[in-house]
Structures are given as C-alpha cells and as structure tokens.
C-alpha cells in the first residue's frame, strides 16, 4: 500500500485510539472501512468534518472509504452524550437527506472512480426494515449479554443521570446492538473491517467487532479520533446562530469563511492539520511564517481558503474574502455593489437599520432627516446637526456635510444606503 494511515492521524492530531493490530491490518492489502452519519437533517455540519476527513485521508492511502448514512438508527437515538431521542423520519425524507448528504461527500470522496477504491455509500435502513424484531433478538441479541452493554460508558452515563434526569430509554439503551449489526453486516456483505468515529463512539463500534467475533468469526478493527473542542472552551461547531452548515443555504459561504478566520492562532494551528489536505511541510512552514508576524493572521487566512474552497468552491472563497474586505476598500461603493444580497446582509448582520419608502428620495432626502427625524439613529436633529459639523458622517464611506441631499444615485443595488458615524457606528436604510 501507499503512505502509511495511521502514520497521517497521528501527526495530523487526529488519533484518538486504535485497536492492536490494525496498522499490520492495513499495511497487508487495500481494506474497506466505514463511518456513520446521522440523515435526519439534509446537511452535514461542520461537526462531521473529522470523520469525513478520516474516510478521506482514508481514500488518498489507497483504501475503500464507505459512508452509511443510518436511516435506521437515525429514527432511534444514540445515548453517547446526547440527553434526547431523535424524531421519527418517513423513508422519503430519509432518501432525499442521504442524496445531499452524498453530494457534500462527494466534496471529498471519490464516488466516481473506476478504481476498486471508490467510495460507496450505504443505508442501514435497506438492511434493517425487514428484521422482525424476533429475528433481531434471536440472531444477535442472544450473542450480547447485558453486564456487557451496561458497561459501556455512554450507557452508564445516561442511566446515572449525568446527561439526563429522565434516565435511558429501551430503544437507546439498544442502540450499540442496531450499530453493531451494520458493522456485522458490511463485514459480511462488504468485507468492512474497520469502523472508524469519534472517540465518544468506542463503545458502540467495539459492539461491533464483538458480534463479528461472536457471530461472524471475523476480525473487526476500530479506530477513533479526538473530540474537538476550542482552546476557549466554547463549542466547537457552533455560532451564535446555533450549527455551522455545509449548506450553504443553511449557512451563507461566507458566514462559514468567517468562522474559520476567526479561529484563535491555536485553534488556527490545530485546525489546519486536521481540517485540510497541506502537507506536513507545508503546514510547518505555514505555522513558523504565522509565528513571526501573527497579527498578519496567515494561519487562519490559508485554513479559511482551503476549507471554503473545498466545501463550496474557489468562486465562493473569493466573494467571501472580498465582502471579508470590502469594509475597508478604497472604492467601497463600486466594490460592494458586485456582492450578491444575502452576502450583503451577511456582511452587516446586527446593523441597526430602517426602511423607508423610495419616493422619500424623489425630491432629495436631507441629512437630518436620513440621521434623526425619518429614522431615528440619531435621538434628536441637534445631535444629528453636530455630527455632520465634525465631519463625522460618511454616505456609502464618502464624508458629507448638512447641506447634503441623499439621491437614488446614492443608493446600492437600488435600494441600500449605508451611513456610518466615525469608524464604528453603522446604520442602514433600505428604500422599497
């Protein structure tokens, strides 16, 4: 085989835990392994990145990287640090999920190769809605005694009441054996025999390699990678408006762009081996270049481009980078009327804005009344009048004095116009 997989976690920071035995594994012929993915919505968020990242490096060392989306085990809900039950999806809600599941993957998988590498992607639903529940119990319940599922910490966890009060219910409490059933099915369908997840799914990927000791007589493997969290101890994943998507329509290319640039310089440095494909040379050079002059922000620009480009494209990084800059442009007005309108909104999220009508513009709108009178940024025309004598009001970041009227010549893609008060304050007036 090629370059070894392990050997990539590792310096990637991306090894959590490995079962004894699985480089040798690995280093004997091309292996399948897989990794699970919750369809219960029509997006992935950033919090998959990891373990698509894992299938991906997985692929570029020449092993078969399969995706389950679980259609089964999404209707149920797995205990490991979650404190609630998931909703029931019909089968058509569940299709339609997994292909814009598969879409994003295809970011970073090879679905389309002629190779015997290509990725393939499965549902544990299509396997799963025929087993009765007797058949179930019968042919794999009977192979796991119960002292063995209590043991498992996220089971334990639950049943103690650290992450709920409300206890565990049967269904979750039979998670681990639904998941070990896919892993014992890819074994025998698919030759699977690695199962790979974040470190809070050890316990039910080792469900697994037990039944296919137990039951297939095989060899399963398992391999975790770390948790990620923030060296500010805030969520990772998240902004303020809740899941950071690879839907761009869930969250705008560049909100995404944004999160990534705001990366902390350690989150930057860990971020950039775990969430790109740059080399370790490059990546070292990268980190002493940022050391050197890190008010320059050269980490979390090249991660911020990398990983944008590769989620949405090259066209989408480069809008983002410009809204990113067009606040400080020297031809601000030419410059933000190339953005689409809901990069435009993005770009001034939490401005305080108004709308007034477009006839307001017909005979000239006056500066007191666009700062106080008609919009009330201002509390008074006094207060509106001294700013204008201090030269402190800029339209579309052109300075303007008292006597100036507002035109429909001023406005931004016909209908925004964009007032700022020294360098902090902005407000907005859209004219319909």
Known sequence: MGKSFVDELKWRGMLHDSM??????????????????????????????????????????????????????????????????RNLLDEATLRLNQEAIKKQLAHFLDFESDTNNAAEMVNNYDWMKDFSFLDFIRDVGK????????????????ISGETSSEGMSFTEFTYQLVQGYDFLHLYRVNNCTIQMGGSDQW???????????????GKGYAITCPLITKSDGSKFGK??????????????????????LNSSDEDAEKYIKIFTFLNQETIDALVTEHQQVPHQRLLQKRLAEEITTMVHSKEE????????????????????QTLNEQTFLDVFEGVPHVELPLDELENG????????????FMASNGEARRALKENAIGVNKIKVK??????????????????????????????K
Request: charged share 25%; aromatic share 10%; proline share 3%.
């Open 317 to 336: 990084f480069e809008n983002a980078q410009k809204a990113s800059r067009i606040l400080f442009s020297k031809s601000f007005k030419e410059d933000i």
């Open 143 to 158: 192979h796991i005694t119960v002292n063995y599922m209590m043991a498992k910490d996220s089971v334990k966890n639950r």
């Open 203 to 217: 316990g039910n990927i080792t469900t697994g390699t037990e039944l296919i000791r137990r039951i297939g007589n």
């Open 239 to 260: 902004s303020e408006g809740g899941n950071v998507w690879l839907d761009a329509n869930r969250t705008s290319p560049y909100k995404f762009y944004q999160y990534w």
């Open 20 to 85: 004894p035995g699985v480089e040798e594994h690995l280093s004997e012929e091309m292996r399948s392994a897989y990794v699970g993915f919750d369809p219960t919505a029509d997006s992935l968020h950033i919090g998959n990145l990891v373990p698509i990242m894992l299938l991906a490096h997985y692929q570029r060392c020449g092993h078969k990287p399969i995706a389950l989306v679980g259609g089964a085990t999404g209707m149920i809900g797995d205990p490991s640090g979650k404190s609630s039950e």
């Open 402 to 431: 008292e006597d100036y009227q507002l035109s429909k010549e001023d406005l931004i893609n016909g209908q925004y116009l964009i007032i700022n008060k020294g360098k902090k304050t902005t407000y907005i007036i859209k004219f």
């Open 365 to 376: 709108l006056d500066m007191i009344g666009a700062l106080a009178a008609k919009t009330n």
